[in-house]
């Protein structure tokens, strides 16, 4: 046996280098080794766990192997989560998790999701993913953009690494490759793809890959494959509406699809020097924050000065990328906490609730001092400093004069360690101009 993070082409190698720094010399902490074979053999190669992992427990294998996955923020999905989140149409939710549960407990060797862009290809994939990883199986999850990137860097780097990572793609028990395009693919990317397929598809290891559509000049060893009605599996999206946008008054989706970074008026109404670089400074804060949404987003200004459209922008943004969201006039909340309340209609606040508690993305649009009774203060503390502890990404808009917030909702807000507070000091750009 090798480690795995060691070239099975140089057994032994650095052998003696820094063993001791090892809890397990024979992995070298990794957890896994291949087994030593002649590589024609069935098993050459493959990925099993060390003995330094039997006494592990559950939660640190599960821990353990979704780093080594990559499946990252991505995490959180299963299926239980698609089902009771309502992410795909409620009709299709369960034949889809009939479909990959029969594939996963079958000896097929191929699942190919197909869907157009926002049809909920990575949300499947990565709820399959942590499915299996739930099961204790070693899994790797590879955007098909950063799988190439990594092939190129590695091979004009170092060969040792890069035959491990080529090794790691062929053997590991169930690999998934998002969002596959092939159409500028190299010949000899594309020709190191198809090994992997072959590979994987000879050897009946399981196999999940998604795309918008594959090239119409496919290989012909690629295309038989997929083909196989004996080991390979499609699955279509396309008819499977996902519903990863929500919205308590304010806007529909068809208006917060108006609202893009690219119809925002960055000079707003003829404006110049310190007030049109600020509203520049605000359009990029909003692009770079859309990209990697982290923590809280707080806008801050007079009324027309942008920050709805821009709150809106990255919300498109998000559900472009198959993000949860949810958009909240707070005014309207405040009514839907009023009514429940006073209708004591305890189950439609909770769905309410939930509903904004819990989604990838909150927008909490125009906070001011409203006149709320006791009761909704307190619940509306509640969802601050339940989204404050968890540190969910938030974007929240208010008034440049709103001095009478809760002092724990003002507090959370001003918390430099989570909290982006940015200024707009822009006057009303939409008198006399368009958005």
């Not at 793609?169 to 969002?179: A, C, E, P, R, Y």
């Not at 189950?347 to 309410?352: A, E, G, L, P, T």
């Amino acid at each position: 046996m090798t480690p795995i993070n060691q070239s099975s082409s140089d057994p032994g190698k650095n052998e003696k280098n820094n063993l001791k720094n090892y809890n397990c010399s024979l992995c070298q902490d990794a957890k896994f080794v291949r087994i030593s074979l002649p590589i024609d053999d069935a098993e050459f190669g493959k990925a099993v766990p060390c003995e330094c992992s039997i006494n592990e427990t559950h939660e640190q294998t599960v821990s353990r192997l979704l780093e080594f996955s990559r499946i990252n923020n991505l995490d959180n999905l299963d299926f239980e989560t698609i089902i009771k989140n309502q992410l795909f149409n409620k009709m299709h939710s369960k034949a889809l998790i009939s479909e990959a549960e029969t594939f996963m407990s079958s000896s097929k060797s191929f699942l190919l999701i197909q869907g157009s862009s926002g049809s909920g290809k990575t949300i499947f994939s990565s709820a399959i993913v942590n499915e299996y990883i739930s099961k204790k199986t070693p899994v790797l999850f590879y955007n098909s953009n950063e799988l190439f990137e990594e092939m190129f860097a590695l091979i004009d780097k170092d060969k040792d690494h890069y035959n491990n990572f080529f090794n790691k793609l062929k053997s590991i028990k169930v690999l998934v490759i998002d969002d596959l395009v092939l159409e500028h693919v190299s010949k000899w990317a594309m020709e190191k793809f198809l090994q992997i397929v072959i590979y994987r598809f000879d050897h009946d290891m399981k196999t999940v890959i998604n795309y918008i559509n594959l090239p119409g000049d496919l290989d012909e060893r690629a295309f038989t494959r997929f083909h196989d009605e004996n080991k390979s599996v499609l699955i279509k999206l396309d008819s499977v509406s996902i519903e990863n946008f929500s919205s308590i008054g304010a806007m529909t989706l068809q208006q917060i699809q108006e609202y893009k970074f690219n119809n925002f008026n960055p000079i707003g109404h003829g404006l110049n020097g310190e007030a049109k670089n600020n509203l520049n400074d605000a359009l990029n804060l909003s692009k770079s924050w859309a990209e990697n949404p982290e923590g809280w987003l707080v806008f801050i200004g007079k009324p027309g000065c942008g920050k709805t459209h821009l709150a809106a922008a990255i919300c498109n943004h998000l559900i472009e990328n198959n993000k949860i969201v949810c958009f909240a006039g707070v005014p309207d909340l405040l009514d839907e906490l009023r009514s429940s309340y006073s209708e004591k209609n305890d189950s439609n606040f909770d769905n309410v609730f939930k509903k904004i508690m819990n989604s990838n993305l909150l927008v909490l649009d125009d906070l001011g001092a409203h006149q709320i009774s006791p009761w909704v203060e307190e619940k509306l503390y509640q969802l601050f400093n339940f989204r404050y502890i968890r540190k969910l990404p938030t974007i929240i808009t208010r008034n440049s004069d709103n001095v009478d917030l809760d002092i724990r909702i003002k507090s959370r807000l001003s918390d430099l360690k989570l909290a982006t507070n940015f200024e707009i000091i822009a006057p009303d750009y939409r008198i006399g101009s368009t958005k």
